[in-house]
């Protein structure tokens, strides 16, 4: 079974400048995640899609964060502008949704490392 | 409000045990993940508790005690390979899709 593919994996730009990130989550996985990485931290939960639809974006910075699953499977994360302090790991993850059940797990991709100069 | 603490780092000798502490403060509790995560590598999951008690699976051993807030992860025999940072996350009230709450996480070095 294929994992969460992401891309690009590596990523620098200078401030100002945007970024996108893509997502391909696991087939038939139904709820997909981005997750911010700061260097020496755990994720952050940046946005949460069921389906096409946005469950929970209460961390996402909807000054310069956008993110969309316009067909319910694969999402782009973008950021518009950059600043120092996005430099990051963004993470994505998929997971069966309510078919999961309360275990649910969650599968991760590599990662985009984006670093801002 | 969610806090979720672990330690930064541990250092322990190959084929010896280690116990990676997590303690938790978060508004409801559905569930407790412990994730590994290689430098520069995605995090992979190793076990999950929702009642206390200890879960077991191979090397790696889960425990749970929901009334003190607390979990560890003990890891046997310890290999090179098992050199991570190993991460615990909290699934807060809700049903099997509210999001996961991680801490900073712990950063093991198996040493010889």
């Known amino acids: 079974e294929a994992g969460v593919a992401q891309s690009p994996r590596y990523k620098i730009i200078e401030k100002r400048q945007s970024v996108a990130f893509w997502c391909n989550p696991i087939?038939?996985?139904?709820?997909l995640y981005w997750y911010q990485q700061i260097l020496g931290q755990g994720p952050k939960l940046l946005i949460q899609?069921?389906?096409?639809?946005?469950?929970?974006d209460s961390q996402l910075p909807k000054d310069r964060f956008s993110a969309e699953r316009l067909k319910g499977v694969d999402s782009t994360l973008k950021i518009q502008p950059a600043k120092l302090e996005d430099s990051a790991v963004y993470l994505c993850?998929?997971?069966?949704?309510?078919?999961?059940?309360?275990?649910?797990?969650?599968?991760f991709g590599p990662g985009t490392r984006l670093t801002v100069l | 409000g969610q806090n979720i603490d672990q330690p930064t780092e541990m250092t322990a000798t190959e084929g010896a045990i280690v116990q990676i502490n997590c303690t938790y403060q978060t508004s409801g509790f559905n569930g407790l993940f412990w994730y590994q995560q290689h430098a520069g590598e995605a995090p992979t999951f190793l076990s999950y508790n929702v009642l206390d008690g200890l879960e077991e699976k191979g090397r790696f051993s889960s425990f749970l005690s929901r009334s003190k807030g607390y979990s560890y992860l003990l890891l046997k025999e310890l290999q090179m390979k098992d050199s991570a940072s190993y991460l615990c996350a909290v699934r807060d009230l809700g049903s099997g899709n509210t999001p996961l709450v991680f801490g900073k996480g712990t950063r093991l070095s198996v040493i010889a």
């Open positions: 993850a998929s997971s069966l949704g309510a078919a999961g059940g309360a275990y649910n797990e969650q599968f």
């Open positions: 899609f069921q389906n096409n639809g946005v469950v929970d």
């Open positions: 087939s038939g996985h139904a709820t």
